[in-house]
Structure formats: structure tokens, C-alpha cells
């Protein structure tokens, strides 16, 4: 029901910012949280930031809470990450994705769809 596809990633180097963007099809979007997972290589997928589908709420990991905000456009079926002050260790592969129930609680079995994901590199 609903298709993911996410552009935006790039080259930035360290302290730069970057904004990546989320197109989301489906008519009923608006109903859905939006969250932003990443990968980075030899590592398993993490958790980076989630918005709420009702009152807008916002989850981020430690990692990144006070560098990174994600919002969200319903009238475009957009969602955002805006990235400031990058680090090397944020390179990685960011995943948009999109569960219907469980908000902002963060599980293993958070998103029921997901893209196909935008390479993000930050150099030294």
C-alpha cells in the first residue's frame, strides 16, 4: 500500500549538513509514522529518528539528537531528515520507513514498508 523511495544522500565532509527526503505513495499517508533507520558497512541496521503521524511527536537516537531533525509535509507525502554538524561515523546507507501502529515506540519489528535506502559518506 504504500511505496518508499528516498533521495538526498551524498558527500558532505565533516561539520557540513545535509537534507534527505522521503516521497512516500499511498492516500492514506498522513495515518502512517515515518521513521529513518541507517546501515553502516559490517554493521546492523540502527535507529536514527522517527515522527509521529497525529501530533507531529519525535523520537531520535543518542547518537544523533540535537545534530539531526526529521519533520514531515502530508500535502507533498514527504518526510525530511535534516542533518547538521555530520561526523565521519554517521556514513552510512539511511533507510526511510513507515509503520502504521506503533508510532513512536521504537522495536525490532518497527516499519512495515521500507525504501530502498540513499548513501550518505562524510569525510575527514
Known amino acids: 500500500q504504500v511505496q518508499l523511495v528516498e533521495s538526498g544522500g551524498g558527500l558532505v565532509q565533516a561539520g557540513g549538513s545535509l537534507r534527505l527526503s522521503c516521497a512516500a505513495s499511498?492516500?492514506?499517508?498522513?495515518?502512517?509514522?515515518m521513521g529513518w533507520f541507517r546501515q553502516a558497512p559490517g554493521k546492523e541496521r540502527e535507529f536514527v529518528a522517527i515522527?509521529?503521524?497525529?501530533?507531529?511527536?519525535?523520537v531520535y537516537a543518542d547518537s544523533v539528537k540535537g545534530r539531526f531533525t526529521i519533520s514531515r509535509d502530508n500535502a507533498k507525502n514527504t518526510v525530511y531528515l535534516q542533518m547538521n554538524s555530520l561526523k565521519v561515523e554517521d556514513t552510512a546507507v539511511y533507510y526511510c520507513?513507515?509503520?502504521?501502529?506503533?508510532?513512536?515506540?521504537?522495536?525490532?519489528?518497527?516499519?512495515?514498508?521500507w525504501g530502498q535506502g540513499t548513501q550518505v559518506t562524510v569525510s575527514s
Open positions: 499511498g492516500r492514506t499517508f498522513s495515518t502512517y509514522a
Open positions: 520507513a513507515a509503520d502504521s501502529l506503533k508510532g513512536t515506540v521504537v522495536t525490532g519489528r518497527w516499519g512495515d514498508y
Open positions: 515522527i509521529n503521524w497525529h501530533d507531529y511527536s519525535t
